[in-house]
């Protein structure tokens, strides 16, 4: 070993405009077990004759899409969502550009191949990803676990559109009307026929007009206040277009949502779970619900409409359709539990291990020794003699009296009436009821029997282990797409090209997790 003082610091030599005889070969640079030749080898097995259909014949030559489809998934897994990046990627950096062939498609090509070829041919590609993905034993597409997130849209959130201030708008512009209508009859009440604005059912921008133009024929020759002169010349110049506007906005809302953005029609205002600033915000954004199985997302759908409740049955049959087969179980939680949920699992002999609003609740210690003995649900039922018994123990028999109430989402709810024949002199009347004379009660007897079935199936053995798989099954997914990979928002709009983007983040988790 040479003296410290005499040793002289060495360093690699660095040519670094020295040339090669031969190029590097990009495949030797890409370590064998490295995640893009996962991507890689999985999208070449998928069969892409449906997305080769999108192009047309003749003209320049196209990338070609099974290409732009790895680069894109690919860029999905590593957090890459925009289009430009993904470009400067292709590039950039070997693994890109080792899957596109050194060839570098511009951002625009990218978000056409996105959001326009991959509209009708994303599902099926995943469906083919998902099955491949069984065969190999890594999940299982019949027992599902499914929940919720809103993710948020790519729109302004403060230019929105809600159902109920049409609503108010309509019946002002009536009221207003009808008021106009009555002053003209006050002044030439001969003259004015018996229909009036209140008698309508809904009013347009055809019978304001009809109605405006009826008034002033008749005080054209007549003494008009100057004020109702000009309130009659704002109605014919504004109202007829905002009711024609407020038409076409109904038109975007459809049936099923109170709100829009007007920056991306398709979403709706939703209470999100991030609330930094805790005031309660609504924010424009979409319902997305997956299924899983071993932490495998194995379908996904997006919805409009805030509550889980009403996506469980559109969802599970958009699965039933991608794999030609139902699912055989089911588990959510309970804000997937209703009537029609739990029938259509009956109908169409899915288990279900869904809760319902009051499961928790009723596991609780506390909670059953504060039993209310006065509450309906808590009242004893005798199923031979189909009647209920009172607090006191006073029978309370079927009237035959059949109420039904329609959902929003169309179901009909079947309520029967039991009633108990004299509440006189009843000590606990005071505590039992606040009804004008006798006890009565409305129940649901189908809800009734479908959530006895529903406790039954959960606190069954079966059913303990389902839901202890829930939360780690479904529920970590979502934590691992919007924290660990930080995809909070989308970054398209519309409905159509949103759901393009959730089945990429869909896809892209899948292979994430197969490579892990």
Known sequence: ??????????????????????????????????????VNDILDKIDITQLVRQYKPGGASSYHPR?????????????????????EAVGQTIPYMWLA??????????????????????????????????????????????????????????????????????????????????????????????????????????KVNQTISAINEVLKDKPVNKKVHQKLGYAAKHWPAALDKYEAQEKLLGSNRNSYSKTDPDATFMRMKEDHMRNGQLKPAYNVQISTNNQFIASYTLHQNPTDTATLIGHLRAHAKNFKQKPSS??????????????????????????????????????????????????????????????????????????????????????????????????????????????????????????AQADKRLKSKRGVEKRKRRCWDTEPVFGNLKHNHHFKRFMLRGMEKVTIETGLLALAHNLRKKTA
């Not at 360093?11 to 070969?25: A, V, Y």
């Not at 209703?338 to 291990?353: D, F, K, M, P, V």
């Not at 009909?412 to 505590?431: D, F, G, H, I, M």
């Open 330 to 451: 089911v588990t959510a939680d309970a804000g997937y539990g209703s009537e029609q949920n739990y029938q259509w699992l009956e109908n169409n002999r899915i288990t279900g291990y869904v809760k319902h609003n009051q499961f928790d609740k009723n596991q609780h210690h506390k909670t059953r020794l504060k039993k209310d003995l006065y509450a309906k649900e808590n009242l004893d039922y005798d199923q031979l003699k189909d009647q209920y018994s009172c607090p006191i123990g006073k029978p309370m028999n079927n009237t035959g009296v059949i109420i039904t109430n329609t959902t929003e989402r169309g179901f009909t709810q079947t309520l029967n009436e039991y009633k108990v024949a004299s509440c006189k002199n009843c000590p606990l009347r005071s505590e039992c009821h606040s009804q004008k004379g006798n006890r009565k009660i409305y129940v649901n007897r189908n809800l009734v029997r479908l959530k």
């Open 1 to 38: 070993m040479g003296n410290p003082t005499t040793l002289k610091v060495v360093f690699k030599s660095n040519h670094q405009n020295q040339g090669m005889l031969l190029p590097p070969d990009l495949n030797d640079l890409i370590a064998a077990n490295h995640p893009v030749r996962v």
């Open 101 to 206: 062939g050194m060839q570098k498609p511009d951002h625009n090509t990218i978000n056409r191949f996105r959001g326009q070829r991959l509209q009708k041919t994303l599902q099926p590609i995943f469906s083919q990803v998902v099955l491949l993905l069984c065969e190999e034993g890594l999940l299982n597409i019949r027992e599902l676990y499914t929940d919720g997130t809103k993710i948020e849209a790519n729109a302004n959130r403060y230019t929105f559109v809600w159902g109920r201030s049409m609503k108010t708008s309509r019946e002002r512009i009536k009221e207003q009307l009808n008021e106009l209508w009555q002053y003209a009859r006050s002044v030439a009440a001969s003259e004015m026929d018996d229909t009036d604005p209140s008698g309508f059912e809904k009013i347009d921008s055809e």
């Open 67 to 87: 290409m732009l489809l790895k680069i894109l998934v690919y860029g999905y897994i590593n957090n890459v969502y925009s289009s430009r990046k993904i470009e």
